[in-house]
C-alpha cells in the first residue's frame, strides 16, 4: 500500500535550516506529484506548494518563496522540504501529500513537527 | 486566490446525529472540491472528492454535494471517532486553498 513516512520532529535556533524528508513506497514515485502543506499550532492546514516529481519542477505558494525549497532524490523515492533562516513563525507541522489527481491528496505523510526556539 | 469559507466553525452534536457542513468558494470551481478529516494530532484524511465522489474504505455515512460555488459535507449517523476537524479544499486552480476548518465536538 502506499505509504508516506516523514522524518522525525526538529528543534532549531532562529537563522538555522533545517531539512525534512518524505520517504514513499507502494507506488511509482515519479508518477504523481508530491505537495507540501504547513499546520501552525493550533491553526488550519495552508498548502505550500508542490513539485513534479518526473522533471523536478518545484511550484510555491505566495509566503513560501525564498527561504523554502522543495527537492527529489527519485533513487530513494523520497521528497523534502529545506527551510533556511528559521524563524519562529516557522514553528509548524510540515506535511508531504501526494496526488492522486492534481490538487486532491488521498496519501498524507504522518507531519513533521518543526520547533524553532532559541 | 480563491478563498474558501466553511460553516459552522465549530459545532456541537450527538452520536448518532446527522450534521451538514458547508463550505462556499469565492468563484466558482465547478466540482473541484475535497473534504478531509484530521483527527487531533494525525493527518489528514481524504474523505470525499470531486465534490460528491466516496474515496476508498470511507464509510458511507459520509456524502458530499454541491457544485460552483456552493457544497455540503453531510454525515449520518454519527460515530465516536467522527468527532474530528472537517475541512474543505478547492483543487480548481492554483493556488490550492482550504476552508478555515469545522471543528466536530460532542455534546
Known amino acids: 500500500q502506499v505509504q508516506l513516512v516523514q522524518s522525525e520532529s526538529e528543534l532549531k535556533e532562529p537563522g538555522a535550516s533545517v531539512k525534512v524528508s518524505c520517504k514513499t513506497s507502494?507506488?511509482?514515485?515519479?508518477?504523481?506529484?508530491m505537495n507540501w502543506v504547513r499546520q501552525a499550532p493550533g491553526q488550519g492546514l495552508e498548502w505550500m506548494g508542490w513539485?513534479?516529481?518526473?522533471?523536478?519542477?518545484?511550484t510555491y505558494a505566495q509566503g513560501f518563496t525564498g527561504r523554502f525549497v522543495f527537492s527529489l532524490d527519485t533513487s530513494v523515492s523520497t521528497a523534502y522540504l529545506q527551510i533556511s533562516s528559521l524563524k519562529a513563525e516557522d514553528t509548524a507541522v510540515y506535511y508531504c501529500?501526494?496526488?492522486?489527481?492534481?490538487?486532491?491528496?488521498?496519501?498524507w505523510g504522518q507531519g513533521t513537527l518543526v520547533t524553532v526556539s532559541s | 486566490d480563491i478563498r474558501m469559507t466553511q460553516s459552522p466553525s465549530s459545532l456541537s452534536a450527538s452520536v448518532g446525529d446527522r450534521v451538514t457542513i458547508t463550505c462556499r468558494a469565492s468563484?466558482?470551481?465547478?466540482?473541484?472540491l475535497n473534504w478531509y478529516q484530521q483527527r487531533p494530532g494525525k493527518a489528514p484524511k481524504l474523505l470525499i472528492y470531486?465534490?460528491?465522489s466516496l474515496q476508498s474504505g470511507v464509510p458511507s455515512r459520509f456524502s458530499g454535494s454541491g457544485s460552483g460555488t456552493d457544497f455540503t459535507l453531510t454525515i449520518n449517523s454519527l460515530q465516536p471517532e467522527d468527532f474530528a476537524t472537517y475541512y474543505c479544499?478547492?483543487?480548481?486552480?492554483?493556488?490550492?486553498?482550504f476552508g478555515q476548518g469545522t471543528k466536530l465536538e460532542i455534546k
Open positions: 501529500a501526494k496526488d492522486n489527481q492534481p490538487g486532491v491528496w488521498g496519501s
Open positions: 479544499q478547492q483543487s480548481y486552480r492554483s493556488p490550492r486553498t
Open positions: 507502494g507506488y511509482t514515485f515519479t508518477t504523481y506529484a
Open positions: 468563484q466558482t470551481i465547478s466540482s473541484n
Open positions: 470531486a465534490a460528491s
Open positions: 513539485i513534479h516529481t518526473n522533471t523536478g519542477n518545484p
